[in-house]
């Protein structure tokens, strides 16, 4: 009987075996042409910035003694993607999720973003969204090198359990004297016809011994997407739908500043401080159809007649912002038998979401729509509308309309919405390293490092729901959103078969905020207030670690095997608050003591073939609200809600082996295998409260329904790594400019959750391909990129649902350099040529709970180097 892994593989490989057959044959094939001819590369490089990118990521991958990816800028100091995000997606078993559209977090293996770790320079930096980074906060720009280590030493921190990404910034001693260089773009975004926009810049000076580093960029885009959102009853007929179009002005803004001295031969002192921040200034415009409510009629899976639905609309103008600044200071010490290295960095994140939503709310039955609807495109439906009338035996269809009434509405209500996150965290660590005469090639490595993490702020939770119509009616302030409907259409190419207008959301927003400070003055409205107290957090967390390590070359044999101590302790504040609203400050503190080691043994089994073996242990902490002590109190129903300070992390202990083959100039076909055994697995659920934690005010509250996040059973992730890059320099005339980047993973993972159930892993995708065509010649650099990612959990169903999907999502890329000179190239990029769009489904697809699409878009622009 085969092994259900061997067999899943099977199944994953037999669709692609004529592809994976070319990616083994091609290589045997050219080599023996290959070894005869001479070293080309560094004749081509300066007009193949992606045969050079690769040329030195291959060479990192192959010196690293662990198992790496990476992606280096060119000879020329370009980085060949615009950001972190797009450049990782290019990495082998490297999945990306995208909000509408736009790359932004990453999964490692396929695994919970949280399972990542983020470093720059090596310092570990800790996203303001539960502990996860967000790449497409990080320009290219500012990028000399991004490595992914799928296995952790003993000398990296130990928060990662699928990989650490380290953000190598540029050297401003990279090159002599004054350099320069500047890049602007511009361009269309498909639906809507928006635009984007591109401008860096980066200046740099340097001699023997010191170096100067200014550099800067921005990104922005004005964007439509179309969204539409479902519900459905036990028997799959829908019972509400949802129309959205978002209107999206976002922007990526940076700025560095990196100074090296060298003051003697063997020293080195830097300073480096980068600020990166995203924006998202989101304009919505909502109307939700409530076909549960309708008050007659006949309701389908496929189609339906209904008489008297509600209609909801939800307006907003709202803003998200995330930011990162991180400072280092460093140095490295080469004295007579150690080297020396230190580094003391700051950082601060802060995360903001605020987004004032006014729900209109129809209050009279002749105010709701009647309507037809028709789900042969359940992703797509289409509904013609009607009036609704009182008739003689009630309530009845009344005439066809064409457009739906944006004006009838009995009720304007104010849904704040304010989500704060700011973490501040100070690391120092020190490492020190010396050669041994215990063997030759033998190194010893140790050192310590301290982190000290302040976080507040508070998870998504609103306890006010504040009728502004009718408190306006009673001061006698003006209040009416009719005059901001405008004339203009919604831009969509999702069907609908009704017309709707856009809102004027700004003007909103404007009447609003004018309104709520009239409330407030009256004492109607506290927006302090409005915060739900059991959302909040407040916390202290301090890491100290310490390592050593011990490295062996001997002939072909490099091994590297240590062990890392790590102790955490946690103090978490925050509120108790019962039915009547009290409130009892809670503090919680929570410490342990972890050891990781890890075991490296890599073998040169010929001049180009690397076979690796590693055993690895890591851990992923939890997130900051998930360990919040601020919980809800319900002494009737004996059930306590909120977050869980005494939160394990997730663990896991793991083997990798990898095959390595650098069979030619710039050129790897490798094979990776891996796995990790997963415990204390974080999972939403139930279960009894058995300590005195929350007892207060004499209530003993033992046994109670703790109803958070828990640390569920064991879980265990595998997969499969092929990888191929060649540039094809074999190729006659013309055609040896071409070359290829392909890479396909199969990931297989499940965890026990705390009852006892299993599930896979939420983020997971079986599949994940990326795939390169590139063409550079003649100072043409053009590569056609391809990304595929197999459906994924969103989340589970803890009633005995249906867990709920995103569909497989591909994306098509095209990007093209040409260089008019070694100072001047142009650039054009196109993306999600394909026009993918998201869908995310309950069970099955027939069951879309929501579709988006956010179409094609296009830039061109100059790079100039000076």
Do not use: C
């Not at 601060?348 to 209050?363: A, S, V």
């Not at 033998?442 to 729901?465: C, H, M, P, W, Y």
């Not at 509250?701 to 060649?726: A, C, F, H």
């Not at 995103?806 to 040529?833: C, G, H, P």
């Amino acid at each position: 009987m085969r092994h259900p892994l061997s067999r899943a593989i099977a199944q994953v490989l037999r669709p692609h075996a004529a592809a994976l057959f070319s990616v083994a044959l091609v290589p045997s094939l050219v080599l023996a042409q290959e070894a005869d001819r001479p070293k080309e590369l560094d004749a081509v490089v300066v007009s193949a910035p992606i045969v050079s990118s690769q040329s030195q990521s291959i060479e990192l991958k192959r010196e690293a003694i662990g198992v790496v990816d990476a992606i280096a800028s060119d000879t020329i100091g370009d980085f060949p993607d615009q950001t972190a995000a797009a450049a990782l997606s290019r990495l082998p078993a490297v999945a990306v999720q995208r909000d509408q559209g736009q790359e932004r977090y990453i999964q490692v293996r396929g695994a919970p973003s949280r399972w990542t770790a983020v470093a720059f320079d090596d310092i570990n930096v800790v996203g303001a969204d539960e502990r996860i980074f967000r790449f497409d906060s990080v320009p290219a720009g500012l990028i000399d090198v991004v490595t992914v280590n799928k296995t952790l030493t003993p000398s990296m921190p130990s928060e990662a359990l699928a990989g650490r990404v380290n953000i190598e910034t540029v050297s401003p001693m990279s090159k002599r004297g004054f350099n320069g260089q500047v890049g602007l773009g511009y361009g269309p975004m498909e639906l809507g016809d928006g635009k984007q926009r591109q401008g860096d810049a980066r200046l740099s000076w340097s001699n023997d011994t010191f170096g100067i580093l200014i550099g800067g960029s921005t990104y922005s885009r004005d964007q439509l997407t179309d969204n539409r959102e479902f519900d459905y009853d036990e028997d799959g007929v829908p019972t509400m739908f949802d129309f959205r179009s978002y209107q999206l002005e976002r922007e990526t803004n940076s700025g560095m500043l990196k100074l090296e001295w060298r003051p003697a031969e063997g020293h080195s002192l830097g300073l480096n401080s980068l600020y990166t921040e995203f924006k998202d200034h989101e304009y919505r415009n909502q109307y939700i159809f409530d076909l549960g409510g309708a008050l007659g009629g006949q309701a389908g899976i496929d189609s339906g007649s209904l008489v008297g639905v509600p209609v909801n609309a939800m307006l907003q103008d709202g803003n998200y912002a995330n930011s990162v600044w991180t400072t280092t200071l460093s140095g490295d010490h080469a004295l007579d038998t150690w080297t020396l290295g230190w580094g003391l960095n700051f950082t601060r994140t802060e995360g903001t979401t605020n987004l004032p939503l006014i729900r209109q709310i129809q209050t009279s039955p002749t105010q709701f729509v009647s309507l037809d609807y028709d789900r042969r495109n359940p992703n797509l439906p289409v509904l013609d509308l009607y009036t609704t009338v009182m008739g003689d035996a009630g309530f009845a269809r009344g005439t066809a309309v064409r457009d739906l009434n944006q004006a009838d509405f009995g009720m304007d209500l104010l849904i704040p919405i304010d989500i704060t996150t700011e973490a501040d965290a100070v690391t120092f660590k020190f490492d020190a390293s010396r050669d041994l005469s215990i063997a030759d090639g033998a190194r010893l490595s140790l050192g310590a490092q301290i982190d000290r993490r302040e976080a507040k702020g508070n998870t998504f939770g609103s306890t006010a729901v504040v009728p502004v119509s009718a408190y306006a009616a009673a001061l006698g302030l003006p209040w009416d959103l009719d005059p901001f409907v405008t004339g203009k259409q919604w831009i969509s190419r999702f069907p609908r078969g009704f017309g709707v207008n856009y809102v004027d959301n700004a003007g909103a927003r404007k009447l609003l905020d004018q309104t709520v400070a009239r409330l407030q003055a009256a004492g109607l409205y506290d927006p302090a207030a409005a915060i739900d107290p059991t959302s909040s957090f407040e916390l202290d967390e301090d890491i100290q670690a310490a390592y050593a390590q011990l490295e062996v070359q001997s002939g072909a044999h490099q091994f590297l095997a240590g062990v890392r101590v790590e102790r955490a302790s946690l103090e978490s504040r925050g509120n108790l608050v019962d039915a009547g609203g009290t409130r009892v400050p809670v503090t919680i503190e929570h410490d342990r003591t972890d050891v990781f080691p890890s075991v490296h043994w890599n073998i040169d089994l010929g001049e180009n073939l690397k076979l690796r073996n590693a055993l690895v242990t890591g851990m992923a902490r939890p997130g900051f609200a998930d360990l919040r002590a601020s919980v809800s109190v319900n002494d009737i129903d004996g059930v306590i809600a909120g977050g869980n300070p005494g939160l394990e992390p997730e663990r896991a202990w793991g083997y990798d082996g990898s095959l390595e083959w650098y069979f030619a100039e710039a050129s790897i076909a490798a094979i990776n295998v891996f796995y990790r055994d997963v415990s204390d697995v974080l999972f939403s659920s139930t279960s009894t409260v058995a300590d005195d934690r929350y007892d207060a005010a004499g209530i003993s509250r033992r046994g109670y329904d703790y109803v958070t996040t828990l640390n569920g059973g064991d879980g265990k992730l595998t997969g499969v790594e092929l990888s191929y890059q060649q540039p094809f320099k074999f190729l006659p005339g013309w055609m040896d400019g071409f070359g290829v980047q392909l890479n396909l993973a199969y990931i297989d993972g499940e965890f026990e959750a705390a009852d006892g159930s299993k599930h896979d892993f939420k983020g997971t995708s079986k599949q994940v391909l990326n795939a390169s065509l590139y063409y550079e010649k003649h100072g043409l650099s053009a590569r056609l990129a391809y990304q595929w990612r197999d459906k994924w959990l969103d989340d589970v169903s803890l009633d005995g649902g249906a867990n709920t999907y995103w569909d497989a999502t591909e994306q098509l890329d095209l990007s093209v350099r040409y260089a008019i000179n070694e100072k001047m190239n142009l650039f054009f990029d196109a993306n999600n040529l394909t026009n993918e769009q998201g869908l995310r489904y309950e069970g099955d697809k027939s069951r879309p709970l929501e579709v988006e699409g956010f179409g094609r878009r296009y830039m061109a622009g100059l790079r100039l180097r000076f």
